[in-house]
């Protein structure tokens, strides 16, 4: 019986799925203080109290999203560090990332010190921090990178906006290269995107609304790469939306540049007819936005042929009065962490990728892109952080019956098949399937 | 907040979209024969307004609220008139600035509004896609007076219906739109609904005023010289064109535009004997149009004032008078 709280001892008749050891089959685990001890022979961990019986289950290394947004300090009144957990081991996500666009932004050694005190204090999973480029997000001069870096920062980004003054963003290379920090990017020419709402093309054309092209996603990427090249660092691309962007990236990895890309969930199934046909539904609205199928098709090959390196939702929690409005004035981002898993595990439904590819792609690849080595794996000694996965569970997404929150998510109604059953974190169960641990 | 339907994938984009009967949204859909019969009703409330007494009681105890969220004196007037002379109680409601940065949410207006139990809201707003979340959270009918860049279709009726006037059957016809396409929500509803009625629309711009996959989004086609097109057409229907066009660089300035696609007087005299001039209005006199143009005999812009009255009266009978509720 798996129940919140419990630290089991063994983990029994599994099938481990474990892409950084290239392991995919039935194991048990043994766990011991907090740790993964040995995977053991497929049933012959003993049977009782101590053991959880994994019969029918995935036992994969706890989910790590590199892109979430917690709204702590600030606004919390759509989601905070501690709703945020809930709403990440629910999800069977064991590890995040926060973006640092809160009020007042993650850009000095105080903020990322609040966050992981915080982080601790609450316990579900392990909240990372990222870190501002630039202070007050503003794009003129850089944060504390060093300090922050030495509170505990594993990345920057001014995320939310880009780094539009190429001169600072060589700058912000250089300097987290010596703190050997990637970059995290949000690629967005202002020039070009400004005013717009959804992306241009003949839906929003039809639609009668301003877009944001293309060129204002790869333009900026093929700026940034040049970027990278020139000056060095590491650079890793948020929420690529289109195939051009993805293109760019893949010839640059091709050529040896130090650069790792993510893709939300939503990229991967939804078109930008999605705004027409939900007439002008404020949950078909984030940035990027959602763009026509050839992309959709593109980025999900890139999940394929390995340019893309994580699946990360961009968790952006609001409240419905801030998508209570027009189309235009609505806030752009729907939320993620508990439709991830589900979504990911649809695309090994249509046969898109395996299922040691998408369980990759939610522990060891985002695990590889920010450097976290004491994770993403079930390596003896790391901790057992651990996500029990359901693969046959079907369920019907309704986000008033989540944890996050906030509910805006455009996937309300969709039928998903396969679900985290039960998360551990550091040898605790968490969550237990239906609630979480205190 | 108004719960979404499960989007499904592919997505299914809907032929209609116009809300008709129950609501006028926008001529992306709209049938001819809804057309054609706002137009015969609308032949019969003009000469209402030719009457010395300019009123009928269809419409008398029901409520009308013009909510106007982005100014506008002519249309609003417009439409206050048609609803009078229908003998409805009409209000306006003023919003200037948006929603949000007022504080208060679209929702909650459109709650509000609702909570005043109306039988028909016109609704101009900045924002495309307005009129359809008011026609979501509202009980009653909901006319689109304009929203945004995306559709005015009260417009484009009254233009179609001055066509026909003119014109007669409208298939077959060369119209000409002149100006900025992209941004207008006049030329948009035109295309539509003039395609509709069979129609050959032909819009001229510079590139910079055609909107992204214009030729898969809307049945018009684009050129780009006016010259070369005024003597096949049998009616030119000039856009106004926004000073704000020159910040964002979409052309260079007045003059320049004048030149290329003005109507003046040496373009006026090359059209057909039978082709008339449009102009939605208010005109930039000088700029898209010359003024011995506007008030020259082919321009029938005053023709299409009287119309947009008669027109409106038109949608108010055919929303709620019809059905005799």
Redesign the interface.
Known sequence: MISTGNRPRYIRNGLLIDPSQGIEALHDLELSDGRIVAIMEPGTAPEGAQTIDASGLWVCPGLIDIHVHFREPGQEYKEDLASGSRSAVAGGFTTVVCMPNTSPPVHSREVVSLLRRRSQEIGLCDVLVCGAISRDLRGERLADLGEMASAGAVAFSDDGRPVMDAGLLRRALEYASDLKRPLMLHEEDFGLTSGGCMH????????????M?ISGESGMIARDLELLEEFGGRLHICHLSTEAGLRLVRTARQRGLPVTCEVTPHHL???D??V??????S??KMNPPLRP?RHVDALRQGLVDGTVAAIATDHAPHS??E???????SAFGVTGLETSLGLTLKLVEEGVIGRARAVELLTSGPASVLGLDDRGGLQAGSRADLCLIDPDAEWVVDPNQGFSRS?NT?????TLRGRCAATLYGGRVVFDGRSIAD | MKPVSPIAVPVVLPTDRSGWPNHLLSCDGLSAEAAQQLFATAREMRQVGRRRVKKLPTLRGRTIINAFFENSTRTRVSFELAGKRMGADVINFSASGSSAAKGETLGDTARTLDAMNPDLITVRHGAGGAPWFLAQRLGCAVVNAGDGINEHPTQALLDAFTLTEHLGDLRGRKILIVGDIAHSRVARSNIHLLNTLGAEVTCVAPRTMIPAGFSQALPARWHGNLDDLIETADAVMMLRIQRERMQQSLFPQDREFSIRFGMNPARADRLQEHAIIMHPGPINRGVEIDPSVADGRRAVILDQVENGVALRMAIGFLLLGASGE
């Open positions: 241009e093309g003949r839906i929003s054309t039809r639609a009668g609304l301003r877009g092209p199934f939804l078109t007819a999605a027409l046909g939900s007439e002008y539904h949950h078909t199928q419905d009065t998508k209570d409005h027009d189309f235009s004035c509910v455009p996937f309300v109604g969709w």
